[in-house]
């Protein structure tokens, strides 16, 4: 019995270890990259204005919209 | 009286109406039109009257034709595309934003305009082949957002942002996540069956992980540390230094002879931590400039009248002695020189200090820096821009000494010894082991060096300094730095100056003598309205809106006076021997009247002091005070009686006066914080342990400081100086809670008992609660006095 139980824990079985540590690391890399070039591009610059701006993408496209049924309608 | 519905001013008793809209001139209302023409009119929708009433222009930027002059403003041109960044003072709302990134509305040929709010910056991409440099500098103006543009932009380098240090916290907290993650198993199941298995590749990796927080994040450690020792100072980046490196020498020793798992998670998570204090603590104020000189307040260029009487353009540094220039109204006098012809009323508040224009006849000097407020002037140069008399107080060796870190900081002094004892407990627990269990040694020294890692006690200072700062920028005082805060707590004599620091800009106007009539103050109203005198100007907008009379026989008599008929009653203002044909000694600037031969009496132009200016004297009592003027002496009896007995003043300083006034009183060891405001006190501000500017706009010129006051919050010196000092105690406190984790540490360490798990808990307890406590006690004395 307790053979049986040894036998369910030999280090073959978990083997998916190296596996899963491998993927978890090279998926922190990934992101980290990601971080790194978003550093570098200057997103983090300007922490303000972008929130400002987001909100005027809408504010355009209405304007637009206003203005194309305008000249439908004449 | 309704707001102007574009700038929110409060509008005359006339507004101007337009779209059944109120507003406060016709400026506005322009802005206004071109706005709803170009469908702009959302500008409206985000925030309450955003607006400034448009600067009138004309030719102020002819300048910028003149493609030599400015071809160092852009930031890149090719054929078709220029683009530029411009400052602009205005921006503030989000309506600024949305109206400056539509621009390309209102001109086909703008390409885009991207905005940097914090900065107060736009960065304008256009087609030079539709649209000129001048084009769209006007354009700005027009709609109220004129860019600030002065000699120091075509000097600046391209500026780089520096992001290494985020880069180091990112290698850094990448790494002690990681390394946490892989060193928990070890923790938790010791001697587990696969576990033993596995050890070797937790164990490599964690190393090679801990490689580059080590020797990139870390890296500046080890320079500064070298330096110091160097320079034979123990500062507090030697214990950090010491720290890191026993830290992963024994670590790396233990993994690679597999005694253990070493320490790499504290190591990993002891840098990350210092490097997040470095950052709270760099505090920016991105729109704010400390570094300004006299480049930041002067023009680009200015127009040089050539010989044949032709007008050209050149360069503020091409200018020769001898060249005839025009200075326009508004415009900034760049050299000295002699005045050739024109109304000279010069503005010369931020120059010399001061406080009221003065007027200028042919032939006499002007000097650099003034402010022409009358119609152009010709002038003659006597000087260059670098010889002239405001230019050459930049010459002083305060200017050009490099900023030397000669201040010993509150950490640096008590790491000097806690440097010392730690090394002293290392080798008497050493010594002690020797003779106990010779095995022992390596093991415990090692381990005292590793507690003695002054993590808490290098995170308290940062922190605690980083917190006060933002708490003094909410109330709008700007400070360079963190260091500034410690040496304003070391301040004893505090010297003030006097025009634009303890008085506003603003003049009041009081009248003195025979009780004017209604209908005479119409007279005289109407006088004034024919001169372009500044006194005039001031005296006219201060009398009650009256109808308009013609004036006969209008007569203005240079630096005297002028004098009109309205109505058949002679009417004479001026200077007092004009209209009283005698002149007594009085220092005061009046403007004296006479109505049909017969003196009345006079308007005296004062300077008004800032609110609680005086009470912020009494609140300062355990200080040295001074004030130090540029203005001549006529406000000297009524200064020394509001202020108190013991405070120091002195009249007619000129601007390397109060710079050597400054250096006489540290010389008797005195720590002296300067409040100045304009150009002639920036040899003092630089001069002074502390100098900081004081501001009625922060976002205008202010010279050269440790740190910048927003003038409506000048009253809150008293508080903020009170604030410093209880920063630093808490500095104190909180290094007292530090060592007592040190202590804990150590009495693992010399038992030798220091398992990477206790090093675990123990770093990471010690320096969160260090923070956490300066955190809440910053805001807490901030409270106390009123503020946050």
Redesign the interface.
Same mark, same amino acid.
């Given at each position: 019995m307790k053979n049986l139980i040894l036998r369910n824990y030999t280090y073959k079985d978990m083997n998916i270890v190296f596996f899963m540590i491998i993927v978890s690391l090279f998926m922190a890399i990934i992101f980290f990259i990601l971080f790194l070039k978003s550093v570098k591009s200057g997103q983090y610059d300007d922490m303000y204005t972008p929130s400002v701006r987001i909100l005027f993408e809408d504010e355009f496209v209405e304007k637009k919209e206003d203005k194309a049924t305008d000249v439908e309608t004449n | 009286m309704p707001d102007c519905f574009h700038c929110g001013a409060k509008c005359d008793s006339k507004p101007v109406i337009f779209d059944s809209k109120p507003f406060c001139c016709n400026g506005c209302k322009t802005v206004y039109e071109i706005l709803n023409e170009n469908?702009l009119s959302?500008y409206y929708d985000f925030e309450q009257a955003p607006g400034a009433i448009p600067e009138e222009i004309k030719s102020k930027y002819a300048y910028l034709d003149a493609e030599k002059i400015v071809e160092k403003l852009y930031d890149f041109v090719d054929e078709e595309t220029s683009v530029i960044t411009f400052y602009i003072p205005h921006i503030h709302c989000?309506s600024c934003? %949305?109206v400056l990134?539509n621009l390309h509305r209102l001109n086909d040929a703008i390409v885009s305009g991207i905005?940097?709010?914090?900065?107060k910056e736009i960065r304008i991409t256009f087609n030079n082949t539709k649209i000129s440099l001048r084009q769209v500098v006007e354009l700005l103006s027009s709609i109220g957002y004129e860019p600030y543009i002065s000699l120091e932009d075509t000097a600046k380098a391209k500026r780089t942002?520096d992001?290494t240090l985020?880069?180091k916290l990112?290698v850094a907290g990448?790494a002690f996540?990681?390394i946490m993650l &892989?060193s928990f198993p070890e923790y938790f199941q010791t001697n587990e069956? %696969?576990l033993e298995?596995?050890k070797p &590749?937790f164990r490599v &990796?964690i190393f090679i992980m801990a490689l580059p927080v080590v020797f990139y994040s870390a890296s500046e450690y080890f320079i500064s540390a070298y330096k110091g020792l160097k320079h034979k100072i123990l500062n507090i980046d030697v214990p950090i230094a010491l720290g890191v490196s026993v830290l992963f020498i024994r670590s790396a020793i233990e993994i690679i002879f597999n005694f253990g798992q070493g320490y790499f998670d504290s190591l990993t998570g002891f840098v990350f931590f210092l490097l997040l204090g470095k950052i709270f603590q760099q505090q920016t104020y991105s729109f704010l400039s400390f570094e300004r000189d006299y480049k930041s307040y002067f023009p680009i260029a200015v127009t040089k009248i050539n010989k044949d009487q032709t007008e050209h353009t050149i360069s503020i540094y091409d200018i020769k002695k001898g060249d005839r220039l025009l200075i326009r109204n508004e415009e900034l006098i760049p050299v000295d020189g002699i005045l050739i012809n024109g109304n000279a009323q010069i503005d010369y508040s931020f120059v010399t200090g001061e406080s009221l224009p003065v007027s200028k006849k042919s032939g006499d000097k002007l000097f650099a820096g003034g402010k022409q407020l009358a119609g152009a002037i010709e002038m003659e140069v006597l000087q260059t821009v670098s010889q002239s008399y405001l230019t050459q107080l930049w010459s002083n060796d305060i200017f050009t000494k490099k900023q030397t870190n000669t201040i010993k900081t509150l950490t640096d002094s008590i790491s000097k010894r806690f440097t010392i004892i730690v090394l002293l407990i290392a080798f008497f627990a050493g010594v002690f082991w020797y003779f106990n269990d010779a095995s022992m040694v390596a093991n415990v020294v090692t381990a005292v060096l590793i507690v003695a890692c002054p993590c808490a006690l290098a995170l308290s200072a940062p922190f605690a300094l980083g917190n006060m700062l933002r708490i003094f920028g909410k109330h709008k005082l700007y400070l360079k730095n963190a260091d500034v805060i410690e040496n304003l707590s070391n301040v004893d004599t505090v010297i003030f100056d006097k025009t634009g620091t303890l008085t506003t800009n603003k003049t009041t106007i009081f009248y003195e003598g025979e009780a004017l009539s209604t209908d005479e103050k119409q007279w005289i109203r109407n006088v004034l309205r024919e001169s372009n005198h500044p006194l005039s100007r001031m005296l006219y907008g201060y009398l009650e809106t009256s109808e308009k009379i013609k004036v006969d026989n209008f007569k203005e008599i240079f630096g005297k006076g002028i004098q009109g008929e309205v109505n058949k009653n002679k009417i004479k203002l001026g200077s007092e021997d004009f209209v009283k044909g005698n002149k007594s000694d009085t220092l005061q600037t009046a403007i004296f009247i006479n109505i049909n031969n017969r003196y009345k009496g006079k308007f005296i132009f004062e300077n008004t002091y800032r609110k609680n200016s005086m009470a912020i004297f009494q609140e300062l009592k355990e200080y040295k005070l001074g004030v130090l003027s540029g203005d001549n002496e006529g406000e000297k009896e009524y200064l020394k009686e509001l202020l108190p007995q013991e405070t120091i003043l002195a009249f007619n300083q000129k601007p390397s006066d109060k710079l050597s006034y400054i250096k006489q009183l540290q010389e008797s060891n005195q720590n002296v914080l300067m409040l100045g405001d304009g150009l002639n006190d920036a040899g003092a501000l630089a001069q002074s342990n502390v100098g900081i500017a004081v501001s009625e706009n922060t976002n205008v010129f202010s010279p050269a400081s440790d740190g910048i006051i927003d003038a409506g919050s000048f009253t809150w010196l008293p508080d903020f100086l009170k604030l410093t000092k209880s920063t630093l105690k808490i500095i104190k406190i909180s290094f007292v809670l530090s060592f007592l984790y040190n202590f804990i540490g150590m009495f693992f360490a010399v038992t030798g008992n220091l398992s990477p798990i206790v090093a675990a808990i123990l770093m990471p307890i010690s320096s969160i609660s260090v923070v956490i406590f300066v955190t809440i006690a910053t805001n807490f004395v901030a409270k106390r006095i009123r503020f946050a």
């Open positions: - | 469908d959302c989000s934003i %949305w990134e905005v940097n709010f914090p900065k942002v992001r985020i880069y990112g990448f996540g990681n &892989l069956f %696969w298995h596995y &590749l &990796l």
